[in-house]
């Protein structure tokens, strides 16, 4: 049996070897909750016996997030869906939103279980968010709000999207999943427009194995929102609104308190992996790394690239040609995001935006490939990135 080369370009019949004698390199992996931390937890939980309805870990956990993130308040929820519908909800969003195609499901989806039409649009060919361009082109009097993603932690336009949204009386979400403690120019992200939502999902860099954040800048929506996740129960008891149960459980508050002093660690490696690389894939013109935003500090939470197919090959032609490759060397890349949202068959056969020009979405969701990213990569799953692109060349 042939052992792995470590040397920066392994010799390329030494891939099926490794395919056997290497574990497979995951897309991601959860930061591990300092043991010592969760045990004690555990045991305040097992002692009092309260295992959710916002106990004592849990107000620690809310505590520890404002401070984190620099927000006054926060509500922790049991994902970030629920607190995206929840916002809708508690702002009396129906009608229209306008939103990117360019993001995960639960976009969309909330937009929709909120009981709102979501209304695609296309995306800056820079920052491949929400263009505020497209979205004033679409505003309607249907049009209530808008939802803009910071898609891979790169930051829409935060201020032009604020300007129309102010322009036109529309309610601005950020949903910030990828942008876990971002900031611009110093600001956290969450300062920007009227609401905006973090997620704890376990492939999240921090994380409570499930839960999310709502962060909203206007009280009466966010009082709102705290009775709408406690299915609509007033500080008195009585019930006026129908609400839902998003309330985070103290167990994952719990795992959540464990996790977060590990995430500077986990950070600065994530970003000597992104270095490494930009570098190691700068040979090839044909792979763009999405460019972490300007004056921004850096989310690492994905490790994005641009598969530029040739001229005369379909736009995902390279991209799925490698990302096959990389399978069969048992490294996991995923075409993060593709399809687009508006391509879903339920949103083909429930808006009309098949019309609509989303040229610059498309060519995203075609040219898409997250790399494997997270302090786990070692350097051998480089070399077979490097040595896969290599034989595609
Ligand atoms: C852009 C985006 N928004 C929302 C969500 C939903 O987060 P959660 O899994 O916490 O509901 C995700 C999850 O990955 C996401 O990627």
């Known amino acids: 049996m042939k052992f792995h080369s470590t040397t920066s370009q392994p010799a390329i019949d030494d891939h099926c070897d490794l395919r056997l004698t ?3 390199t995951a897309l991601a992996r959860s930061i591990a909750p300092d043991r010592g931390m969760l045990n004690a937890y555990l045991d305040r939980i097992c002692a009092s016996a309260q295992y959710s309805n916002f106990g004592p870990i849990h107000e620690e956990f809310a505590r520890s997030v404002c401070n984190t993130l620099t927000a006054d308040h926060a509500l922790l929820f049991t994902n970030a869906t629920l607190a995206l519908t929840t916002v809708m909800r508690a702002a009396r969003i129906g009608g229209e939103v306008i939103t990117t195609p360019f993001s995960f499901a639960a976009s969309a989806h909330a937009i929709s279980w909120a009981d709102a039409k979501p209304v695609f649009v296309d995306i800056d060919e820079r920052t491949l968010t929400l263009d505020p361009r497209a979205v004033e082109a679409a505003i309607t009097e249907r049009t209530q709000a808008i939802l803009a993603v910071h898609v891979y932690g790169t930051i829409c336009d935060v201020k032009a999207l604020q300007a129309v949204a102010k322009k036109h009386g529309l309610f601005l979400i950020f949903d910030a999943a990828h942008a876990w403690d971002v900031r611009l ?3 956290p992200v969450h300062r920007f427009g009227d609401a905006t939502i ?3 999902h376990a492939s999240k860099l921090m994380h409570s194995g499930e839960g999310g954040v709502l962060v909203c800048n206007d ?3 966010a009082s709102l929102a705290r009775r709408l996740q406690n299915f609509g129960i007033e500080s008195d008891g009585s019930i006026n609104v129908p609400g839902s149960n998003g309330k985070l459980s103290e167990l ?4 959540g308190l464990s996790v977060l002093p590990k995430v500077d660690a986990e950070k600065a490696k994530r970003r000597l992996l992104r270095e490494t690389y930009v570098e190691r894939l700068r040979e ?11 004056r921004a500090t850096e989310s690492l939470q994905y490790f994005a690239l641009q598969v530029l197919s040739e001229q005369t090959e379909p736009a995902n032609n390279r991209r799925d040609r490698l990302c096959a490759a990389l399978a069969e060397v048992n490294v996991q890349s995923r075409k993060y995001f593709y399809p687009l949202c508006s391509d879903f068959p339920h949103y083909q056969s429930t808006t009309t935006d098949s019309k609509r020009d989303l040229a610059v979405a498309q060519r995203a969701a075609q040219q898409a490939l997250c790399l494997p990213f997270h302090s786990g990569v070692e350097t051998h799953a ?3 990135i490097v040595a896969s692109a290599r034989r595609l060349n």
């Open 198 to 200: 973090y997620s704890l």
């Open 219 to 221: 009280t009466t929506i």
């Open 22 to 24: 290497r574990p497979p």
């Open 252 to 255: 994952h508050a719990a795992l």
């Open 382 to 384: 480089i070399d077979q």
């Open 185 to 187: 120019d110093g600001v």
């Open 284 to 294: 090839f013109d044909w792979l763009q790394p999405i460019a972490p935003t300007e």
